[in-house]
Nanobody, 119 residues
């Protein structure tokens, strides 16, 4: 079971933008959904955005209107366009995917990419 591969994190000034990307590795598994979670120091992991194959995107309340999730590559790559970034967006962002093969299901996770928004 391979990890997801994330990219796009970095340091940005408040009001700036970043675009995260995550691609599922080659696998026999079917990707049923992908998304992003984040975790800031001393805070619980929270949903940023997710989308299930055939479904509508879901966003965390704190990012609605600022972040946009999209999928490409037949649903095997997920992007997170982050605009109007604020210092409170500073966190480690983790890519997530729901995968299935046959009767089995699993969650895949990236190792995280740091997003830091300076004030």
């Amino acid at each position: 079971q391979a990890q997801l591969v994330e990219s796009g994190g970095g340091l940005v000034q408040a009001g700036g933008s970043l675009r995260l990307s995550c691609t599922a590795p080659r696998s026999k598994a079917s990707i049923d959904g992908m998304g992003w979670y984040r975790q800031a120091p001393e805070k619980e992991r929270e949903l940023v955005a997710s989308v299930t194959r055939g479904g509508a995107p879901i966003y965390g309340n704190s990012v609605k209107g600022r972040f946009t999730i999209s999928v490409t590559n037949a649903g095997n790559t997920v992007h997170l366009q982050m605009n109007s970034l604020m210092p409170d967006d500073t966190a480690v962002y983790y890519c997530w995917a729901a995968a299935s093969w046959g009767k089995a299901h699993s969650e895949l996770w990236g190792r995280g990419t740091q997003v830091t928004v300076s004030s």
